[in-house]
């Protein structure tokens, strides 16, 4: 009898500057460790050589900025190779993945912060992911007057990150709309103290894990 093994569930983290995505995630794989899940952790834009090399240029301050266009194929280019390289192949394999942003931020910066029509994102969208999308993702929703507060004081600002507020309301109003839409989304509150959100992850995690969520 040939042996079939199921795909991996793919799962998302999502938020504006200084929400606590990179401070949850290491709580994240602790979870997913002691539930006996294999997975990989990844990241966009990233995860890849070439993805990696087009977050550099993404993020630098240096040189001209990239043209709006410029700037969405380049998440979307990376995104591609991520797909082809690690994110498919880890899921075929039953493996889970973790991964530090994807789509949803290109609707969120992109879209709602640059304002890029939504419909040209949507069809590069489909060129790139065909039907795959999260099975879960995180959100972590934040006052951006408080987020850029804590990246501040965190390092440096990035090319991103030295937006101005608007920007920011405009993405966390993106990240909302979107939340507002669909399932797959558990919006965490992420201006709660790191152990509040730790519970908050682990609740919904949990629930995940178990299949009492998304089955
Ligand atoms: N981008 C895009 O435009 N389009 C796309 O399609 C994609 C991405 C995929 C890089 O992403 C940039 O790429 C991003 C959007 C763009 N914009 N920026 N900037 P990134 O994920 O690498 O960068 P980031 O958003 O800046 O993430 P981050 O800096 O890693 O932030 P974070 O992970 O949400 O926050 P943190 O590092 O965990 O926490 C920030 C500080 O707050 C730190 O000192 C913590 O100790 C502290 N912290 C965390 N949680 C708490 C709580 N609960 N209380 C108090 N203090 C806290």
């Known amino acids: 009898m040939i042996e079939t093994r199921s795909e991996g569930k793919f799962i998302t ?10 401070t949850s995630r ?22 890849t050589a070439l993805g990696e090399s087009l977050r550099s240029l993404l993020l630098t301050k240096d040189g001209t900025p990239p043209s709006v266009e410029a700037e969405l194929l380049m998440v979307f280019a990376a995104r591609a190779q991520h797909l082809h ?9 039953g493996k889970w993945v973790l991964c530090d ?12 912060g640059r ?7 949507e069809v590069l969208e489909r060129m ?12 972590f929703d ?13 390092a440096e600002l990035d090319r991103f990150e030295s937006e101005e507020l608007a920007f920011f309301e405009r993405v966390r109003e993106g990240y909302l709309a979107r939340a507002g839409c669909s399932e797959r989304f558990v919006v965490i509150n992420a201006a709660q103290a790191i152990t509040e959100v730790q519970a908050s992850i ?6 995940f894990i178990e299949g009492r969520k998304h089955g």
Request: hydrophobic residues 35%; charged residues 25%.
């Open 13 to 22: 983290l999502e938020g504006g500057e200084g929400a606590g995505k990179s």
């Open 26 to 47: 290491e709580y994240i794989v602790d979870l997913l460790t002691a539930g006996g899940i294999p997975f990989v952790e990844t990241r966009e834009p990233g995860g």
């Open 101 to 112: 942003r994807f789509t949803d931020a290109t609707y969120a910066y992109q879209g709602y």
């Open 128 to 139: 790139v992911q065909k039907d795959r999308q999260p099975d879960l993702t995180l959100l």
């Open 202 to 207: 682990r609740t919904s995690l949990t629930a």
């Open 142 to 154: 934040l006052d951006p007057k408080v987020g850029i507060e804590r990246a501040r004081n965190r």
């Open 85 to 93: 390289e690690v994110i498919e192949p880890a899921l075929a394999s």
């Open 115 to 121: 304002g890029f029509d939504l419909s040209t994102i």
